[in-house]
């Protein structure tokens, strides 16, 4: 049996995610174009990382073979603490779990890893877009219209189409263009469009969220 987008968001809820969407694999040209121009310009600064494993990066069919649905399920800072890899991942698995139980073994990969959190050459923010689950902001953050850009991603490959019916497909809500989140950058690093990583504090330290203290979507101001 094949589940539809409500069955695994209620699995998915019922594990403890905040949010869940599902989007059909496909190749992400436009992120292609716009990573690859980054990456020629250095903005990535030595994330050597980024400028490997490419293909599998743009298209998840080439991470895992025969791939056809990322489900992406959400986790709010307050509910992941700071170890949010094991909470998201443990979540993923308990979900993965649940869809074996239901729909097969089938249903995922048994040869390739295909649960990920920040561990994988995907674009994750990408994906949340994909799965219409919100928007990406001025500040470069993937943002849900009611829960913000304090958000850990991770995702399930699934070898199977699941048929989105009742699910919004794009957000409604986008970025409101305040510039807030620009003006409060110490460092000039959201020099739109591009960000440049070599600025950022949170690459060089790890220890900034200016731009995402000041944005609406996260201050709980009626939008
Ligand atoms: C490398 C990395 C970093 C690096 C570089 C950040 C960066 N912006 O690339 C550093 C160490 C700085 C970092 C820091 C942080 N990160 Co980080 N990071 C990643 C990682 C591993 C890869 C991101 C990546 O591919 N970067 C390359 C750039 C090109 O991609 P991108 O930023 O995703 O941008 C895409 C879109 O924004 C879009 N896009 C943007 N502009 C435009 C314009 C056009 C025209 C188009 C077509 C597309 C487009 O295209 C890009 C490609 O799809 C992801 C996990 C993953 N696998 O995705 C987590 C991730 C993006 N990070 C995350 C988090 C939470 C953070 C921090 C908040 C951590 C913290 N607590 O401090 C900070 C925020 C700092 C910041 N300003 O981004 C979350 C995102 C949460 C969210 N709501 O967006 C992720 C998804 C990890 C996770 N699962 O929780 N991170
Ligand atoms: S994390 Fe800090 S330094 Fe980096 S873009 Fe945001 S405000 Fe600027
Ligand atoms: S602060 Fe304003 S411009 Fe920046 S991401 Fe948030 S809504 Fe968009």
């Known amino acids: 049996m094949t589940p539809t987008f409500e ?3 209620k699995l ?3 594990v403890g995610f905040d949010a869940c969407g599902v989007a059909p694999v496909r190749h992400l ?3 292609a174009r716009f990573m690859d121009n980054w990456i ?3 903005l990535h600064g030595e994330m050597a990382y980024l400028e490997h494993n ?4 743009y298209n998840p069919a080439i ?3 025969d791939a056809q649905t990322v489900i992406v399920c959400l986790l709010s800072f307050e509910h992941s603490g700071r170890d949010y890899h094991r909470k998201v991942k443990s979540k993923l698995y308990e979900l993965e779990a649940k869809l074996k139980e239901e729909f097969g073994e089938d249903i995922v990969s048994a040869t390739h890893q295909h649960i990920f959190c920040d561990s994988a050459p995907m674009l994750e923010r990408r994906w949340c877009v994909e799965a219409g689950l919100g928007f ?3 500040n470069h953050q993937f943002i849900h219209p009611t829960l913000g850009s304090f958000v850990h991603p991770g995702e399930i490959l699934l070898n199977t189409i699941v048929k989105k019916q009742n699910q919004e497909t794009k957000s409604t809500k986008t970025c409101l263009n305040c510039g807030l989140c620009i003006e409060a950058c110490p460092t000039g690093a959201l020099k739109n469009p591009i960000w440049d990583a070599r600025e950022c504090i949170a690459y060089t330290t790890h220890h900034c969220l200016e ?3 000041v944005c609406p979507y996260n201050k709980l101001i009626k939008i």
């Open 40 to 42: 020629a310009q250095g």
């Open 29 to 31: 040209d436009e992120d």
């Open 63 to 65: 991470l895992v073979p």
């Open 54 to 57: 490419r293909d599998k990066r």
């Open 211 to 213: 731009c995402q203290n």
């Open 7 to 9: 069955n695994i968001c």
């Open 12 to 14: 998915a809820l019922e």
């Open 136 to 138: 990406i902001g001025k």
